[in-house]
């Protein structure tokens, strides 16, 4: 059985997110947790919190244990991109593309039903 939880639209470019997911993917959801609280980078917080709604929906929702879970699946997804113009010499104008990502997190126990 497996709970997921999906945050769209978050204001970080997706490559920089994955850097921060590829850590964490396939290991225990406390630990991933505690890995994640003690990382500099601004996209790990949101990550945890993440982490951690699966894992209610998991053991509400499911009524697995939350010692049980392991993060199974975990992505970053490019979500919309926001253009904005930069002003540049001789009347010009430059593109700056504001990307977001959306991310999703899968969590389970490895038991098959």
């Known amino acids: 059985?497996?709970?997921?939880?999906?945050?769209r639209g978050f204001r970080m470019s997706p490559q920089k997110v994955r850097l921060v997911v590829d850590l964490?993917?396939?290991?225990p959801v406390d630990q991933s947790i505690a890995i994640l609280r003690n990382m500099p980078n601004k996209a790990a917080l949101p990550i945890a919190k993440l982490i951690a709604s699966?894992?209610?929906?998991?053991?509400?929702?499911?009524?697995?244990?939350r010692e049980d879970l392991l993060v199974?699946?975990?992505y970053a997804?490019?979500?919309p991109v926001m253009k904005r113009m930069m002003t540049r010499?001789?009347?010009r104008a430059n593109t700056i593309r504001?990307?977001?990502?959306?991310?999703?997190?899968v969590v389970d126990d490895g038991e098959t039903y």
Request: no cysteine.
């Open 54 to 65: 699966a894992a209610a929906n998991a053991e509400n929702n499911f009524k697995m244990t």
């Open 72 to 74: 199974k699946t975990i």
């Open 1 to 7: 059985m497996e709970a997921r939880a999906i945050l």
């Open 98 to 105: 504001k990307r977001s990502s959306h991310i999703t997190v």
């Open 77 to 79: 997804d490019e979500g």
């Open 24 to 27: 964490v993917r396939g290991k």
């Open 89 to 91: 010499a001789k009347g």
